[in-house]
Antibody, heavy 119, light 112 residues
Framework: EVKLVESGGGLEQPGGSLRLSCTAS????????MIWVRQAPGKGLECVSY????????LYADSVKGRFTISRDNAKNSLYLQMNSLRDDDTAIYYC????????????WGQGTLVSVSS | DIVMTQTPLSSPVTLGQPASISCRSS???????????LSWLQQRPGQPPRLLIY???NRFSGVPDRFSGSGAGTEFTLKISRVEAEDVGVYYC?????????FGQGTKLEIK
C-alpha cells in the first residue's frame, strides 16, 4: 500500500522559515518524481514544486521561486520542502504527491500538513 | 501557465441521477509525446485529493465504473452515470502536460 506522510507544518511568523518532510512507503521511492501541492483554506489546489526521481531536476511555481527549495533523500524515502521568507499567503495545507511519469501528476497523495503564517 | 476552467462551479444532483463537469484548458494539453495529461481528482470533505481519471479517460485503480472521462485537445468532461451519496465533494481537473501543473477551480457536487 502506498503511503505518504507529511510533517513539519505549524505556525510561523512572516519572514520565518519552516521545513516540511514527506515520508514515503509502499513503493520504490527512488524511481518516481514527486511534487508539493498546496491548498489555502477553502481554496483550490496549487502545485508549487517538482523534483525528479534522482533529485537532479527541480521546478518551482513563480509564487515560491527563490524562497522554497525542494529536495529528497532516496536512502531515507523522504521528500522535503524548505520554506524561507514565509508570507501570509503561504498559509495552506501542503500535500506531497507521487508522480507517475507518462500518466499523471498526482497519482497518490498524503494527508497534508498545515502551514500557518501569521504575526 | 495553462489555465484550467471548470463549469459548473456547483452541481446539485439527485441521488441516482447523472452528473457532468466540463473542463477547458487555455491551450492544447497534447504533449510532444502524443499523450494528453489531463486527470480528474475527487476531494471529499476533510480529505486529500484522490485520483479518479488519468490521460482523459482511464479510470484509476479502485475507481467505480460509474465515473468516466472524455474529451480531447482543450475540452474535457467528467461524467458520473448515477450519483451516490459518497460522491459528495469537490472535483478538480488538472493538467500535467506542462509545469507548473495546474488545476481547475473545482466543482462542488452536492446532493439535492
Amino acid at each position: 500500500e502506498v503511503k505518504l506522510v507529511e510533517s513539519g507544518g505549524g505556525l510561523e511568523q512572516p519572514g520565518g522559515s519552516l521545513r516540511l518532510s514527506c515520508t514515503a512507503s509502499g513503493f520504490t521511492f527512488s524511481s518516481y518524481p514527486m511534487i508539493w501541492v498546496r491548498q489555502a483554506p477553502g481554496k483550490g489546489l496549487e502545485c508549487v514544486s517538482y523534483i525528479g526521481s534522482d533529485g537532479s531536476a527541480t521546478l518551482y511555481a513563480d509564487s515560491v521561486k527563490g524562497r522554497f527549495t525542494i529536495s529528497r533523500d532516496n536512502a531515507k524515502n523522504s521528500l522535503y520542502l524548505q520554506m524561507n521568507s514565509l508570507r501570509d499567503d503561504d498559509t495552506a495545507i501542503y500535500y506531497c504527491a507521487k508522480v507517475l511519469p507518462g500518466t499523471t501528476g498526482g497519482e497518490y497523495w498524503g494527508q497534508g500538513t498545515l502551514v500557518s503564517v501569521s504575526s | 501557465d495553462i489555465v484550467m476552467t471548470q463549469t459548473p462551479l456547483s452541481s446539485p444532483v439527485t441521488l441516482g441521477q447523472p452528473a457532468s463537469i466540463s473542463c477547458r484548458s487555455s491551450q492544447s494539453l497534447v504533449h510532444s509525446d502524443g499523450n494528453t495529461f489531463l486527470s480528474w481528482l475527487q476531494q471529499r470533505p476533510g480529505q486529500p485529493p484522490r485520483l479518479l481519471i488519468y490521460k482523459i479517460s482511464n479510470r484509476f485503480s479502485g475507481v467505480p465504473d460509474r465515473f468516466s472521462g472524455s474529451g480531447a485537445g482543450t475540452e474535457f468532461t467528467l461524467k458520473i452515470s448515477r450519483v451516490e451519496a459518497e460522491d459528495v465533494g469537490v472535483y478538480y481537473c488538472t493538467q500535467a502536460t506542462q509545469f507548473p501543473y495546474t488545476f481547475g477551480q473545482g466543482t462542488k457536487l452536492e446532493i439535492k
